[in-house]
């Protein structure tokens, strides 16, 4: 049964209340208590393990009590538990609502890769630079080399994620990361095909205009549509899960570095017909990538909220006395 450790700092006189929170939920294991042995911010100590399927609800109550605001919750994961109390509460209280999601840290993944080190500029010109190379040569292997190397994908669900929250800052950044990024990769790969030109290195084919590898993605169709939102979803439940991977990133990427590499290289060869549809491709899928996100991030959240909701309503009540 995969579960969550809690560590919380209360302030002395919302303690009781925050135990007595955490004692009435059965999938809230080993609780522990330590009056007044906290500093900064001062207050008890108090940790748990929360099973997952009802860590939302669990933060959410703790959240209302204010303890995020005058004291603080940290969530750890716990990889391996051996408990059989766990299991039987598991098996009684969550069901299906076991596997849900903790969207705290859920939007923590987000969050962390919406912040734009120089690093991520870099990876984004080094994989457009690599993108250029693959289209130049006709090499599919190149193509996707330069989609795993691509970062993008963190700036646009922190799009997503910001347009759900109504975060507005959380969308500028983020469009202006991509913005950035995007015109960085673009102006690097024209200079490098650029050079390649002036001193005719393009192979043979490419000079003839045989270009496969160009001609599919500076064409946007139905299919890049169709493929653009099923790597949104893909890529949203992916991160809801925790199973981010390589693959994963390739077929996100799928979409928008080869794109912004074919802008560089057909305007550096004057192509400008296959420079105007990488152009239109690049925007749709980015478009398309955001708004799938943003549309996936709710209806999870709706979904394992009237899970949750079901789970609630299921328990018995406590019988009042006298009655």
């Known amino acids: 049964m995969d579960m969550i450790h809690l560590r919380a700092v209360s302030p002395p006189d919302l303690t009781d209340r925050t135990m007595e929170l955490l004692a009435a939920e059965p999938c809230a294991l080993n609780l522990f208590l330590q009056r007044g042995s906290v500093r900064n911010p001062d207050g008890d100590a108090i940790e748990c393990d929360v099973l997952t399927g009802a860590a939302n609800d669990v933060l959410r109550n703790l959240r209302d009590l204010g303890l995020d605001h005058r004291g603080s919750l940290v969530l750890e994961p716990v990889d391996v538990a051996f408990s059989d109390r766990a299991a039987k509460a598991g098996a009684e209280e969550l069901g299906t609502a076991g596997r849900a999601p903790v ?22 010109v080094i994989a457009g630079l690599i993108g250029s190379v693959g289209i130049i040569t006709n090499s599919q292997i190149l193509i996707v080399a330069a989609m795993v190397v691509g970062p ?36 690097a790969t ?50 809801t899960e925790a199973r981010t991977s390589a693959l994963l990133g390739v077929f996100i990427s799928v979409t928008t570095i080869p794109a912004g590499a074919d802008i560089g290289v057909s305007v550096a060869f004057e192509s400008w017909s296959e420079a105007l549809g990488s152009l239109l491709q690049l925007l749709l899928n980015i478009f398309v990538l955001i708004f799938v996100g943003t549309g996936t991030l709710r209806c999870q959240r709706a979904i394992w909220r009237r899970v949750s909701e079901r789970r609630i309503a299921a328990r018995p009540r406590p019988r009042m006395p006298g009655s």
């Open 152 to 187: 993008e994908y963190g700036a646009i669900t922190s799009v997503a994620l910001g347009i759900d929250h109504r975060a507005r800052p959380t969308i500028r950044r983020g469009l202006s990361a991509l913005l950035v990024g995007f015109v960085s990769a673009i102006v």
């Open 103 to 124: 969207w705290e840290q859920v939007e923590a993944r987000i969050r962390t890769e919406g912040r734009y080190a120089p690093s991520f500029y870099l990876y984004l």
């Open 190 to 239: 024209f200079l490098f095909a650029l050079l390649v030109r002036a001193f005719d290195l393009q192979p043979e084919a490419f000079h003839l205009g045989i270009r496969p590898v160009s001609n599919l993605i500076n064409t946007p169709n139905f299919f890049s549509v169709v493929v653009a939102v099923l790597a949104g979803v893909v890529g949203i439940v992916s991160l």
